[in-house]
């Protein structure tokens, strides 16, 4: 027989692990299962960003602070913590393919007072992750790794939930498992969102340069194709890649080119270590408008058409979380019961 839990998070990025958290703080039984073995490696090159800093967006004001650790959600009314290496981010460019660039953003006189100037920071996406994967477990959350969610159904007394053939019984669930989220697909979710384009992606994680002409993250455009490249948190470690909307083209020799052979660019690159290089997939669909169904709350990426920055999908999690919370302590194990939770996402994020 399947324990029951008040609360089951599927995915345990950003999202599933702050639900875990509040959900856990706030007395729930809760249990997260989460298809990896480790939830602190980022396997994929990600700058870890946070963004925008200093400026309202979905209702809330985010603010950093590296002296006391802390990520601030002052509007919402919680923190979390990151204990690791920052850049602070004021701008971007854009270059031209003969070199010529648009700045956005005065680096050297925003600079002077990050507090006030910083528009986002980059940081490590996997410390942030330790951190709330700490915490949730510290709350008393369950959290169970290794477990590859393959089924879940709606019953009289609630939704199960199988991970590796196991079944986990709860009141409500939050799906939280990335963009084209199984649990979505499952739930029958898909059918009215619109496909609207497949994107590519290959980028490259650069070590043992000083790029001073990039700050923070700059585009470049050339006659056969557009690159990005990122400086994050580490000194001298660079992000570089191409992306496309056809699945057809060839991403590493156009890398290839803009590295070794650009007339412009090429020499920027000169001396750089290579050291990781990730390829990402990803069909993008039209956002989910009513986050619900049969006591299934979907949130962050699982709901949205592509990915959302790194502290969007943590209030998704607080957000539906809380919204749990309240139903459970009213009794009101139904969709009235965690509305506050939709009629967020609409208001705040989904209409906006």
């Known amino acids: 027989m399947a324990k029951h839990y008040d609360l089951i998070i599927v995915g345990g990025g950003p999202a599933g692990l702050m639900a875990a958290r509040v959900a856990g703080e706030n007395g729930l039984r809760t ?4 298809r990896k073995t480790t939830l602190t490696t980022v396997r994929r090159v990600d700058g870890g960003g946070l963004s925008p800093i200093n400026e309202y967006l979905c209702g809330e004001k985010l603010t950093f602070n590296p002296n006391a650790k802390r990520i601030g959600f002052p509007a919402s009314g919680f923190s979390v913590r990151y204990d ?13 393919p003969n070199g010529t660039r648009i700045c956005f953003g005065d680096y050297d006189t ?18 942030l992750l330790k951190g709330l994967y700490e915490d949730a477990r510290d709350a008393g959350a369950e959290l169970f790794l290794n477990t590859n969610v393959t089924a879940i159904e709606p019953g009289a007394d609630g939704i199960t939930v199988t991970g ?17 989220s199984r649990i979505a697909r499952l739930m029958g979710m898909n059918k009215e969102r619109k496909f609207i384009a497949t994107m590519v992606d290959r980028v490259w994680n650069l070590e043992g340069i000083d790029l001073p002409q990039v700050v923070g993250i700059s585009f470049i455009l ?6 990005f490249v990122s400086r994050v948190c580490r000194e001298g470690n660079y992000h570089v890649g191409a992306s496309s909307y056809n699945p057809a083209d ?25 050291t990781e290089e990730h390829a990402c997939v990803v069909n993008l669909l039209s956002p989910i408008k009513e986050p619900f169904k049969d006591n299934v709350l979907f949130v962050g990426d699982a709901a949205w058409l592509m990915e959302l920055s790194n502290p969007f999908a943590i209030l998704c999690g607080w957000k539906a979380a809380n919204a749990v919370t309240l139903a ?14 939709l009629q967020w996402w609409d208001e705040k994020f989904y209409g906006p």
Do not use: C, Q
Not at 222 to 227: A, H, K, L, Q, R
Not at 266 to 271: A, E, L, T, V
């Open 164 to 180: 590796n053939g196991k079944p986990y019984a709860g009141s409500f669930v939050i799906a939280a498992d990335g963009i084209n």
């Open 31 to 34: 249990a997260l299962l989460e």
């Open 110 to 127: 925003l600079s002077k007072d990050p507090l006030k100037n910083r528009v986002g920071v980059a940081l490590d996406k996997g410390l």
């Open 250 to 274: 060839d991403l590493g020799a156009r890398l290839n080119r803009f590295f070794y052979e650009d007339p412009v660019y090429s020499g920027w690159f000169k001396g750089a270590n290579k």
């Open 84 to 96: 690791g290496p920052h850049r602070d981010l004021y701008g971007f460019r854009i270059f031209s």
């Open 222 to 227: 050339t006659d056969y194709g557009n690159f």
């Open 328 to 341: 459970v302590l009213d009794g009101k194990i139904n969709k009235e019961g965690v509305m506050s939770y």
